[in-house]
């Protein structure tokens, strides 16, 4: 048997560790699906740009498409010698076991309003050109009481795991490790660990939290769900301009001196 004098659970959405940290709302504070699912491949570069078209492959960038119930993707990767091909979509009925057989005919379903045009039809076949394509629902943490336990915390997707639609989770994780590298050099001696991952908790949670529920809200604006913006590209610019802003715009300095104090006020 080992001993150590505190546990960091970096194990994931379904974390044992944070089973013990959570204690008695383990299972209300469990991960649950998030209201999507979404398919990728990764294809060759000159299969994409001649499927979906030169055009789109002019620059390095994304190109993503915002249409009813769906929105598309997809990215140049490894020097320009693989595309990365994306479709999300809104689920209502999330299998239990998180995936799901991915056919022509629920992607045909579900992109019925794009087959007009190259890119719902291209997506289709770029997507189902693998050997067993699968749908995946997104998960996440809706709520989770404390980070912390004693001398025992979460981070990373086991503390607050989200979806994907502000590309945010692993810069919260290394945020966790930033803030919890500058507690752990405070502490000194064993009984001041206690300390560290209350003041941990205490800076960390209501933030991760808020990327959680603000990620979940952008995938409803890519996928034309916002009551009023609904497909309109110029109401979903607006909507989508100012939701990084409390994601890019944090002074690290400022936040770990902020942890500083939280830790020597306990």
């Known amino acids: 048997m080992k001993h150590s004098h505190a546990v960091i659970g970096a194990d994931g959405i379904f974390s044992a560790v944070r089973r013990y940290v959570l204690q008695e709302t383990a299972d209300s504070d469990g991960p649950s699906p998030a209201g999507f699912w979404d398919c990728r491949n990764v294809v060759p570069f000159g299969k994409a740009k001649e499927t979906l078209g030169a055009e789109y492959f002019e620059q390095d960038r994304q190109y993503g498409w915002a249409g009813h119930r769906a929105f598309v993707m997809h990215d140049v990767l490894a020097n320009r010698t693989k595309v990365q091909c994306v479709i999300s979509a809104v689920e209502k009925d999330p299998p239990k076991d998180r995936k799901r057989p991915l056919t022509r005919g629920l992607l045909e379903e579900t992109l019925h309003d794009w087959l007009d045009g190259p890119i719902g039809k291209g997506m289709i076949d770029l997507i ?39 590309g945010a989770g692993t810069g919260q994780a290394f945020e966790d490790a930033m803030i919890l590298g500058t507690l752990l050099r405070e502490a000194k001696v064993s009984c001041e660990l206690d300390r560290a991952f209350q003041a941990y908790d205490a800076v960390r949670r209501d933030i991760c939290q808020r990327v959680i529920d603000s990620s979940r809200g952008t995938g409803m604006i890519f996928c034309g769900q916002d009551p009023d913006a609904g497909l309109d590209p110029g109401k979903i610019r607006g909507l989508l301009a100012p939701r990084w802003g409390f994601i890019a715009g944090i002074d690290l300095a400022a936040y770990k001196e902020g942890a500083l104090k939280e830790m020597k006020a306990l």
């Open 128 to 166: 189902l050109d693998q050997a067993e394509p699968q749908a995946y629902s997104q998960w996440e943490h809706k709520s989770t009481r404390t980070f912390s336990n004693g001398r025992v915390c979460i981070v990373g997707d086991a503390a607050h795991a989200s979806t994907p639609w502000q």
